[in-house]
């Protein structure tokens, strides 16, 4: 390959991974279409759509690591988890007078945790300004602003106290000398902590997403991987409208040269008309349907698929195996109270292998592994399922969780009256704790189990070792149809100790200790056997220790109990679990 390919390549790749989501902000977008409906005088032009996700806010804190006297409002980006700003011109407006708040604020308004701080009126001015309290901490602001030129809209999530208070701190007046003759003396109080709610709820922006255990990106997105190659396409998550949601992907893999794409739809037969309006109940009870042809995997649960896009990208390492999944589904999903979701499925899919479409990345083999893993082939057959799903989500950060749980549960049974070409069940639990003590330490503990009857198709059996389980091991070394992981890590924030050292800023140090194995089931253990039968398991065990510098981190581990063994390190962009 040139010199000239190789840069544009490496170019192509990194802008379609950094600028996944960018250009794109379904629920900003769906704000000035509630407003153009029901004014029908207005109309507007997009200057701006931008959301900014995970990946895109951590490439920004990675470049400012290197800019000079911004170590406090580089701390800052790391509490938000998610920016979208959206700015369209006017091309139309009727006079504000008596002008409502859209739609979608509307349905913010009906939630018990959204509250007004700001509404404001003036002769051709409106603004509003929105919050969310999750627990002790602010999650999300929503900006509605009108005037006579633009429309401007920006949504914030993330753990935005310190946000707050950094703003009132700069202001010692008080956030209030910011807006002149609008009341904002109750926010200096949520600022300093003095007003706290009970309330424990979850983002509901993706309450029932047809795929329960990944957050979606939105617009233009993309990845890398070794059987898809470089893709690209667009994401469509569920924009509520009413009382129904579309929603979708279409996704070209140029080294498999093919199409992948989903497309569903959902509506919340629970809905009721007050006054000839529809109006969300707290609680939502979801109906939906979806058709897919998807290139699919098991692993989201040990990397996720961006970091993954630039382990593949960069060195030639893809932590995930595939299989192509096409087929429908047609679900029951209920949120309850914002923290709890629960849902039913009926799943018709076939299930075909893949092979590696491409070898190539940044690095040489200098640098990179010689060349990819070989997909391993799955069983192609046909699979009828019923699914039930459970997700327990009470954490204060999607992206950095400093406490609160994380519960996912799985049950699904196949074949039997669903008929198809497998007859089985599957039963994964996941609990997941985070646990901050005082200021500089924080426990991440992590349980995983999982168990089968009849025979796992093989692109449903379980597999442990190295990358984000039994580190120390060989990556994959262990598989079975039974499934046992725990992993526990102690991370103290070094800064707190020795603060007069700028190098130490956003530096922690950890140690962790994993636990488990995968195995196949044989006989059944006896009433009051189970510590022995575990122990014929072969349980493995490995220890070790991090450091973790807030946008990356390494992991050393080595397998305990055996000597001679060398150190695995392992180089992270997000946390193990």
């Not at 940044?362 to 039930?388: I, T, Y």
Request: hydrophobic share 40%; charged share 30%; net charge negative.
């Amino acid at each position: 390959m040139s010199y000239t390919k190789y840069i544009r390549g490496m170019s192509l790749g990194l802008i379609i991974l950094l600028l996944s989501g960018c250009f794109h902000a379904a629920e900003l977008a769906q704000v000035r279409r509630d407003i153009e409906k029901e004014v029908p005088e207005a109309h507007f032009d997009k200057e701006v759509e931008l959301t900014l996700g995970p990946m895109s806010l951590g490439f920004v804190r990675l470049l400012t690591a290197f800019a000079p006297n911004i170590r406090e409002e580089r701390g800052f980006l790391k509490e938000i988890d998610q920016i979208k700003v959206a700015i369209y011109k006017i091309r139309s407006m009727p006079p504000l007078d008596g002008f409502q708040p859209p739609w979608q604020i509307r349905r913010l308004l009906e939630r018990e945790d959204w509250e007004v701080v700001v509404k404001a009126r003036e002769k051709q001015e409106v603004f509003w300004l929105l919050y969310r309290i999750q627990g002790e901490s602010i999650r999300d602001f929503f900006v509605v602003g009108l005037d006579s030129k633009e429309l401007f809209l920006v949504h914030m999530e993330g753990r935005l106290d310190q946000l707050v208070a950094h703003a009132v701190e700069l202001h010692p007046e008080g956030i209030s000398g910011l807006f002149r003759d609008r009341n904002w003396d109750h926010w200096d109080d949520l600022a300093s902590g003095n007003r706290k709610k009970n309330i424990h709820t979850r983002d509901g922006r993706n309450a029932t997403l047809p795929d329960f255990w990944e957050i979606e990106q939105e617009g233009f997105a993309g990845g890398y991987n070794r059987v898809d190659g470089l893709s690209a396409g667009l994401i469509l998550p569920p924009v509520y409208r009413e009382a129904s949601a579309l929603y979708g992907r279409l996704l070209y893999g140029f080294g498999g040269e093919y199409l992948r794409y989903q497309i569903g739809l959902e509506i919340f037969p629970l809905y009721w008309n007050e006054i000839g309006g529809w109006r969300r109940p707290r609680s939502t009870l979801a109906l939906g349907g979806e058709v897919h042809d998807l290139t699919d995997t098991e692993d989201d649960w040990i990397i996720s698929e961006e970091e993954n896009s630039l382990s593949a990208l960069f060195v030639r390492r893809d932590f995930r195996d595939y299989y192509r999944r096409s087929g429908w589904s047609a679900y029951i999903a209920h949120d309850v109270g914002g923290i709890l979701r629960l849902a039913g499925r009926f799943m018709q899919d076939d299930f075909h292998s893949l092979e590696n479409s491409v070898g190539w990345s940044v690095f040489d083999n200098k640098w990179a592994r010689d060349s990819f893993r070989p997909n391993p082939a799955v069983d192609e057959l046909q699979v009828n399922s019923l699914r039930g799903e459970l997700e327990l989500d009470t954490r204060n950060s999607r992206v950095f969780p400093g406490r609160g749980w994380y519960a996912r549960a799985l049950l699904e049974k196949a074949g039997d009256f669903l008929e198809g070409d497998a007859d089985f069940e599957r039963y994964i639990v996941d609990l997941t704790r985070y646990q901050t003590v005082g200021k500089a330490v924080r426990f991440d503990l992590r349980g995983r189990a999982g168990t089968a009857k009849g025979k796992l198709p093989q692109q449903y059996l379980y597999d442990l070792g190295g990358f984000s389980t039994l580190r120390g091991y060989r990556f994959k070394e262990f598989t079975g149809d039974r499934m046992l992981l725990l992993n526990a890590e102690c991370w103290v924030d070094v800064n707190q100790f020795w603060s007069d050292y700028w190098f130490l800023d956003g530096v922690n140090l950890g140690g962790f200790v994993d636990v488990g194995s995968a195995w196949f089931a044989g006989a059944p253990p006896e009433e009051g056997e189970m510590m022995g039968y575990l122990y014929e398991r072969d349980i493995r065990t490995s220890a070790g220790w991090g450091l973790d510098f807030e946008d990356f981190r390494l992991y050393f581990a080595k397998k305990t109990g055996e000597e001679g063994d060398k150190w695995d390190v392992s180089f992270r962009i997000s946390r193990s679990f």
